[in-house]
């Protein structure tokens, strides 16, 4: 896993394949580090995600302090349909991520009536 850091972020490369619970060790400690706020993580060579993983997110995780860019179609359809983007900012690129700009944003609307 290489990491790069910036200002106040950090963007690390996961390996080919699947993000398991030893990504989720590597992610704790990513997120508990005091001089770093954002962690950006690019999703261009991950094929799937464990459940492991949708959970450690959805329990430990605050809006705004993850990020993921080059995510595929599939995992983020996956990812939307479990509502996944209330804890996690996706963007297309690393560098849309770096400048904080163009996140993909997903409106859950519903009709009243």
């Known amino acids: 896993m290489d990491i790069k850091t910036s200002k106040k972020s950090i963007i690390t490369e996961i390996g080919e394949g699947i993000l398991s619970t030893l990504h989720i060790k590597y ?4 997120l508990e580090r005091e001089d770093v706020y954002r962690v950006g993580i690019d999703f261009s060579r991950v094929d799937s995600v464990s459940v492991e993983f949708l959970d450690f997110i959805k329990h430990n995780v605050v ?17 939307f349909i479990m509502k996944m983007d209330s804890y996690i900012n996706f963007y297309m690129s690393e560098s849309d991520f770096l400048k904080d700009r ?3 944003v997903n409106r859950r609307l519903r009709l009243c009536s």
């Open 63 to 79: 809006k705004g302090e993850l990020s993921f860019y080059n995510v595929s179609a599939d995992l983020y359809v996956l990812m």
């Open 102 to 104: 163009q996140c993909i």
């Open 27 to 30: 992610l704790k400690s990513l």
